[in-house]
């Protein structure tokens, strides 16, 4: 009985060292939204010892302290580190989240490709002969990914006011026999309805479907003149808006040139005239964006697909965290990191010399979709309260002191009394070679191989839509304090 009772008690004990040590290790856990105190950085080089124990932002990235030595050396002093969600503006957030409409989903596996070939009499003369939209059609629809992996295919002829669809079936040979003038005249080829078309594609995307729409993009207004293209834009975007509340849809948009010998029907009024020259056409991809990125990144469609210009992809802000942090490169006048706060700035004070004051902020873009340029260009940014950015670039060298790689330095500026909440937003800009794309009018169309009539109307459409869904929220906000 003595022996019972000494191992029971000793098995209570026991238990209770368990349990406090479960204890302990979650008071040592920072909490969501706590704050773990940076090691204090001072601008002037302030050594820190070389025993300072690594610590831990939020997401559990170890982070070394560094002697004043090693600073100078990455040419750069730490912060704190941060993650920037967009709709999360709140400076000193640093922590993820999500824009409220938005859940998180298993990425789908692609598990089938839809394609949408438009062929009213206006794309006549891009399959008269052997041209590059003729190769480009080809090289999509025997895309290697797509053989290797054994994606089924679908392809459909669209045109008319319907728009009439007429299925070719899902052999790529067929579609390649059909890609002439001959092979293009089936269903309402005097009539287009765009916004059918987007409508038909759009429906046919997501939930690992991918919808591929090949088109001049251009209205077809019929007598309406300007009033109807301006009610088909407003349609577009009514389109496009009722489809993303439902899906998740990433929109890719490709500017493309080919050979063109045929007639070019006059969208403002009524007649048309003969054409042998270059003409551009688009297409649009529709998807979810981890789709778009595996098999339509832009190298891919730089290299391969003949006639490329350019392109643009239009998506909902997806709340993914992206790694960012504050550094001393490129700034100008001086301060110190807070100790207390994560991406809060103190005793900050102007350049003496009159030039302001100027903070960077090393961010890593690598998870988004869009091209290099967007990133690059100051107008892709907007900032709040004195500020503004001033210049963004590539890292030209390794920033030792932080825990992950930079793509880009954003470095912004404020000639006022730079104290205050500073948040600075990529925002989702309609890119410049829409505007430059778009034609005003069809007056001299015959000597025009790169512009196309009303375009604008069309991308404006796209954007207000995916800006609408979003609730205007930007690709990505990053927030911090300066005191």
Known sequence: MKIRTQLLLWGTAVMILAACSSQSGRRETASPGKENPAQEEVLSGQESSPDTPIQKDQSGVGQAGQSAADQQEAGTFRGSVGHVSAGDSRPGSGTSGTFGAQASTPASALRKVTFYLENSQSMFGYVSGITRYVDVVAELAEKPDFVKEDIPREFFFINGTGPVITPIGDDPVVLKKKLNTAGFRCGDITRSNLNGMFQTALSNAGGGAISILISDGIYDIGDGGMTSLVTSGKETRSQFIRRLQSANLQTLMIKLTS?????????????????????????????????????FPDSYIASELSGYETLARFLKPSGESLPWQLVSENCLGSFRFDHRVKNRLVDAKPDRNGRGFQVTLAVDFSSLPFPGEVYLDPESYNCSGNYAVAEVKVPERKIHALPFTPTHLVSVKSLKNPAGKVTVALVNRVPGWIAATAAADEENMAGDTSRTFGLNYLTDAITEAYRSVAGNQPLAAFAFEVQ
């Open 259 to 295: 050979e063109f010998k045929g007639d070019y029907f006059y969208a403002s009024r009524k007649g048309k005239m003969t054409l042998n020259s270059e003409r551009p056409y688009y297409i649009w991809i529709f998807g979810e964006s981890h789709l778009l990125a595996r098999y």
